[in-house]
């Protein structure tokens, strides 16, 4: 598969899990405003799909743009570690916040892996940055956007089975 469609196909894929979570959000929804935690629940996963979506966008942005093929992987490569340090950052924050509300939905083996993965996708866009020059300089990138999908995959599952207490 010629990495155009690759990525278009993470993309369609992010945005698909995106819709999905909305339909089953409607479906689970209590009347009302969400809660605090329902909302933070659903923000996590809408952010980090369309995180997903967005980034696999930015190389095609890049290369329309003229951006020649090493070029390009150093610039998304660097993008994705800028924004995935950002968004570690507030899913950490707003998990510890939310976690002293509903700490039956949280799983620390679970926080810890997913923490630990996203600190490892951001070296690896970091180091594909600097030495994007590799024949793997794509791969790493896919690889990056993947482990978004896959977290964007564990958030869904997580809010399907795993439900806070009534308080």
């Not at 089953?24 to 659903?42: N, W």
């Not at 300089?137 to 690889?143: F, L, N, R, T």
């Amino acid at each position: 598969m010629e990495e155009k469609e690759l990525l278009l196909t993470i993309a369609q894929t992010a945005l698909g899990i995106a819709g999905f979570s909305g339909v089953m959000s409607a479906f689970m929804k209590r009347p009302g405003k969400l809660t605090t935690v329902e909302a933070y629940r659903v923000g996590v996963l809408l952010g980090i799909s369309f995180s997903a979506m967005f980034l696999a966008f930015l190389p095609l942005l890049l290369g329309a743009m003229g951006s020649t093929v090493p070029r390009l992987w150093v610039v998304a490569s660097a993008a994705m570690a800028a924004f995935s340090i950002v968004a570690l950052s507030i899913f950490l924050l707003a998990s510890w916040r939310i976690s002293r509300q509903a700490p039956e939905i949280f799983n620390p083996w679970v926080m810890g892996a997913t923490t630990l993965g996203h600190f490892a996708n951001i070296v690896l866009q970091l180091v594909n940055a600097a030495h994007a020059g590799g024949v793997s300089a794509s791969g790493i990138y896919v690889a990056g956007l993947l482990w978004y999908l896959f977290h964007a995959a564990m958030q869904f599952s997580r809010m399907l089975f795993i439900q806070p207490a009534d308080r």
